[in-house]
């Protein structure tokens, strides 16, 4: 009892500058470390039939240290528009980023931007991928467009176009880290950093360092179940989609010639094996250089006071339905990997399958370092989530829409839909439709639904069965509510 009475008494001796001094101390660092095509599967603590080979001792560790999301999402499936949509906390059809040739407007203020006026130094480094230079860090340094995996060369801030520095005999995972590194022992300790590191791997061609190279000799990768998927009963327009492990690969993403004499299946079998160990070849560097940083954090004693966040532009078909790639809103792809490790804030080990966009970051850290979101943005912050509470009305569907209609590589239509805990339901409009008008040949409209509590490997498209009439309804209206709302009603 007396101990309760003394705790006013004290707070009345705390002076005002003091309070300040603290209140400042608690924006805390944050680093946001995005692969680029990382799937869930590919991570151990996601525990995926992948899980006898995919070594990831380091994101483990941060997921037994934070909390790990397995209903982290994408608003639309690839590169450019992801990084667009996490910066701005907008719908590529609000930030203007709708496919791979699109460019951030150099004009418009993001997150970067809001965190320097908060007091955060900034700085940007690995992957970009945006189109113009960054803006609204203090630091940056990035790849041209893809990047490459050896030698990489990345061009720093101040300099030209042709500028680049060129980093021989050297890893790009490696590169990005060491790059990460520098610029944190010479920031300004005085205040917090926001550090985004992104890698360019695990993305196409998939080149492992050569430390790496024979990680997987003679081991055999597990196959996921739908890896001979005939498309039966799904849309049309996503049996023609060329993503196919095998039959679309071309001679560079295995290094080696594609046989001919192998019949469809057979193919299918022997290219998964290769792709498989070089993509997870990849990982493991990504792995080991997330365990350089954070044994940095621990060396300068800032692990306490710093937000650590592991997630992908995008998850990744890794032999599920036969493919690899991205773009469509089935859930390898769709999904992503979201570790967040918040010392003293984030209860170590948790699981949580609130659902999460790429959209919700920015407000999330604005929230973080004490501000509130920008009226602009279309997502909301999850910090309430990290700290073990989920808000009341938190979103139970989501809205998602990928722009780009076959595309000449891949043959993706365009498509858009809601997913709900249970159901995924996508519309595939059969047209072309950004801001710049249709150019492209319209298909017939064609629907798929669901129901992945029975059929969670989604192979089973019950759109037209008539048990599944009264969903089929019930989403439609969800699907029409949630295109009002965020404003995407073309
Ligand atoms: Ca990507």
New binding site residues.
Partial sequence: MIRWLLIPCLCALVIPSALHAQAKKRQPNIIFIMA??HANAAIGAYKSWLGPVVKTPNLDKLARQGIRFTNSMVTNS??TP?RAAILTGQYSHKNGVYTLADQLDKNRQHLAHFLRQLGYQTAMIGKWHLGIDPTGFDYWNILPGQGVYINPRLRAMGMTKKGLKEYKGQYSTDVITDLSLEWLKKRDKKKPFMLFCHFKAP?RPWDPAPRFKDLYKGVMIPEPETLQDDYKGRAKQVGNIKMRIGQDFSKRDLQMDIPKDKSAEELRKWAYQHYLKRYLSCIAAVDENVGRLMAYLDAEGLTEDTIVIYTS??GFFLGEHGWYD?RLMYEPCLTTPLIIRWPGQTKPGTVNDDMILNIDHAPTFLDIAGAAAKKEMQGKSYKSILQGKTPPGWRQSIYYRYWMHLDGSHNVPAHYGVRTRRHTLIHYYGKHLDMKGARKMNLMPEWELFDRQKDPRQIRNVYADPTYAATVRELRVELDRLRREFGDER
């Fill in positions: 680029d095509d690839i590169c992801s993305h532009d995008q991205k």
